[in-house]
């Protein structure tokens, strides 16, 4: 079946790079994406990649995809103490007709 | 900044009552989503809508329903309100594209006493 999963929790010191690792079951995902969700909000889209790409980064972000292993990464350089959020990772499966299969997060907390 | 609206954010209600989550989204997108959501908690999918007089069933089963009248939007009711439906509701819309990339609205948070 389908399936997600991230580990729940994730402390690092501000300024050092944060690393959140998610892995998915289903192969035939197509996209992968990575929200970030603060107190009391929703979702906020951060990034997504395309199953065929191993790597894309955009500022601060970097994403990692091992296809084979089924395991994507989410890398913050230089964390922020406004990184602190529940991340989540998710895939899109064509044969699911765009829904999205979610993870259950990952709450960083930053230290001083 | 995604322009898709929740109210009332926040709900606090009586067992029994009937209740309708609103929620818009002025971006012409063509699907919405309704996500259920327990504090820090994972995201169950409850129901979706493809366009204008589409509905489905999401993953998680639900006592609540929703209409699509509008392509703009995708309220949610539940006719009688209990303390089992407590939880965070969460709208999302997303563009028919290869990206599928889904905008979520601010929620809102559901007390049933």
């Known amino acids: 079946g389908e399936d997600v999963e991230q580990s729940l929790f994730l402390s690092v010191r501000e300024g050092d790079s944060s690393v959140i690792n998610c892995t998915y079951t289903?192969?035939?995902?197509?996209?992968l994406y990575w929200y970030k969700q603060e107190p009391g909000a929703g979702l906020q889209l951060l990034t997504y990649?395309?199953?065929?790409?191993d790597m894309k980064q955009d500022q601060r972000l970097t994403v990692l995809l091992n296809k084979k292993d089924k395991h994507l990464s989410l890398r913050i350089a230089d964390t922020q103490t406004g990184d602190s959020a529940i991340y989540f990772c998710a895939e899109s499966i064509e044969s699911s007709a765009s829904k999205i299969i979610f993870g259950s997060g990952t709450r960083l907390s930053i230290r001083p | 900044e995604a322009d898709i609206y929740q109210t009332p954010r926040y709900l606090v209600i009586g067992t029994g009552k009937k209740i309708t989550l609103e929620c818009s989204q002025t971006?012409?997108?063509?699907?919405m989503y309704w996500y259920q959501q327990d504090p820090g908690m994972e995201l169950h999918l409850i129901h979706y809508?493809?366009?204008?007089?589409?509905?489905e069933k999401g993953d998680l089963s639900s006592e609540s329903t929703v209409s699509r009248i509008r392509t703009e939007h995708f309220p949610l009711t539940l006719e009688s309100a209990r303390p089992s439906h407590t939880s965070q509701y969460l709208c999302?819309?997303?563009?028919?594209?290869?990206?599928?990339?889904?905008?979520f609205g601010p929620g809102t948070r559901l007390t049933v006493l």
């Open positions: 971006m012409g997108h063509d699907k």
């Open positions: 809508s493809y366009g204008v007089n589409s509905t």
């Open positions: 999302a819309s997303s563009k028919s594209g290869r990206a599928d990339e889904q905008f």
């Open positions: 990649i395309f199953s065929n790409m």
């Open positions: 289903d192969s035939s995902s197509t996209y």
